[in-house]
């Protein structure tokens, strides 16, 4: 069975830091890679997807994704107090097999 | 235009009840998903639909039935409701193969008492 772990949290980050997010996934299958972020009481909302090992920047994120290793990351630079939510980390094969999510990173920015 | 539409967004209701929440997209996607996210925040699958076939049935018990009339569309009928079932229920959309990830609806706070 599929399984993505995260660090529950909560990981603390004052205002301006770089804010770094961990996350490993338990299958070799698994081939598209995807962040998500959740306000309290709203749906996730996608941020980041990655497919190939390496980094890839959309503004102030950096995905990285490590196949060898099984492992996920994102960077949040320049944080702001508006970043404050629950990251979740998500893998899959692509399809319709569905992501499997981990539980979760709360992230507070403190201004 | 939401992208992602359920209804209700709420739902309060007494054990043994049965219940629907409804679904659908506009984003011309062909797979469709249900999924559960508990008190602790945990996402987990329950059904996935591609173009009106079901794809995933993990083990959700079979009170729980989804229903898809067409690919925008994905229903979920829930009978004989539990406090168990209380949680928050969110329905996605994708392409299938598209890697783009998926449209979550705004989810259903269902609460049984």
């Known amino acids: 069975q599929k399984e993505v772990e995260q660090n529950s949290g909560p990981l603390s980050v004052p205002e301006g830091a770089i804010a770094s997010l961990n996350c490993t996934y338990s299958?070799?299958?698994?081939?598209?890679f995807f962040w998500y972020r959740q306000y309290s009481g709203k749906s996730p909302e996608l941020i980041m997807s990655?497919?190939?090992?390496g980094d890839k920047e959309d503004g102030r994120f950096t995905a990285q994704l490590n196949k060898a290793s099984q492992y996920v990351s994102l960077l949040i630079r320049d944080s702001q107090p508006s970043d404050s939510a629950t990251y979740l980390c998500?893998?899959?094969?692509?399809?319709?097999?569905?992501?499997?999510f981990g539980k979760g990173t709360h992230l507070i920015i403190q201004p | 235009d939401t992208a992602v539409s359920q209804t209700p967004k709420y739902l309060v209701t007494q054990m043994g009840n049965d219940k629907s929440i409804k679904c659908e997209q506009n984003l011309g996607h062909d797979t469709m998903y249900w999924y559960k996210q508990d008190s602790k925040k945990f996402l987990k699958i329950m059904f996935s639909?591609?173009?009106?076939?079901?794809?995933i049935n993990e083990t959700v018990p079979n009170r729980f039935s989804p229903k898809s009339p067409d690919k925008a569309h994905l229903n979920l009928h829930i009978n004989s409701l539990e406090l168990g079932d209380s949680a928050v229920y969110f329905c996605?959309?994708?392409?299938?193969?598209?890697?783009?990830?998926?449209?979550f609806g705004s989810g259903t706070r269902l609460t049984v008492v």
């Open positions: 996605a959309s994708s392409q299938e193969y598209s890697n783009y990830g998926y449209t």
């Open positions: 990655i497919y190939s090992n």
């Open positions: 299958d070799r299958v698994s081939q598209s």
């Open positions: 639909y591609n173009n009106k076939e079901l794809i």
């Open positions: 998500a893998g899959g094969q692509g399809g319709a097999d569905g992501l499997t």
